[in-house]
Structures are given as C-alpha cells and as structure tokens.
C-alpha cells in the first residue's frame, strides 16, 4: 500500500503561482510514476501531468503545458506540482496518484490516490 497526502492549497489571483505538493509513504519503493489529476465542479477528472520517478521524465496536458512543471525529491518520496500564470480555469481540486507498473500511457494506470486538494484561482 502507498499512502499520498497533497498539501498546498490555495485562492490565488489570475496570474499568480501556487506550489503543490505529494508525499508519498508506505511502499514507495515499488514507485514507477507518480501524476497530478485534476476535477472542476461539475466536470470529470483530468490528467493534468506526471513524471517518471527513477528518469524523471515528464508529460502534460496540453492546457497546462508551459505553465505547469512537476518535479520530484526522491530521498523525501515527494511531489511537486509548480503552478504559474493560473488562470480562473484551472480551478480544481487537485489529486495526485502513484503507479507501480509501466503501462504505455501516462494517463492511465494508477493505483493509489490522495485525498485531493482545492485549488481556486480568481479572475
């Protein structure tokens, strides 16, 4: 079992940053990748970006794409979620999820969620 908590939430300006973060405790060793979702009221859930965790590589979205960066600290079991320029859509609660497995695609495959944290950007 792996265990995620988000922290990190918060009511920022149109064009403002916000840090988010995922730490990651129980059998963390068995980590593959790690991703940060997203879901507005009244939408579903979208992928918003992961990362590899042993190469670090990384994808996103393409709405968040230049704007959005997500980086890890190993040695903390940690996520990151660096958020710039928000803009009132990306207004969401905020999950991220580990995987343990390679499955082709770096939308699909997790098996451990957080609990989700709330994030809300004013115009």
């Known amino acids: 079992q792996v265990q995620l908590v988000e922290s990190g939430r918060g009511l920022v300006q149109a064009g403002g940053s916000l840090r988010l973060s995922c730490a990651a405790s129980g059998r963390t060793f068995s980590t593959y990748a790690m991703g940060w979702f997203r879901q507005a009221a009244g939408k579903e859930r979208e992928f918003v970006g992961a990362i590899t965790w042993n190469s670090g590589r990384t994808s996103y979205a393409d709405s968040v794409k230049g704007r959005f960066t997500i980086s890890r600290d190993s040695a903390k079991n940690t996520m990151y979620l660096q958020m710039n320029s928000l803009k009132p859509e990306d207004t969401a609660v905020y999950y991220c999820?580990?995987?343990?497995?390679?499955?082709?695609?770096?939308?699909?495959?997790?098996?451990?969620w957080g609990q989700g944290t709330q994030v809300t950007v004013s115009s």
């Open positions: 999820a580990s995987k343990s497995k390679y499955t082709g695609n770096s939308r699909t495959g997790y098996d451990y």
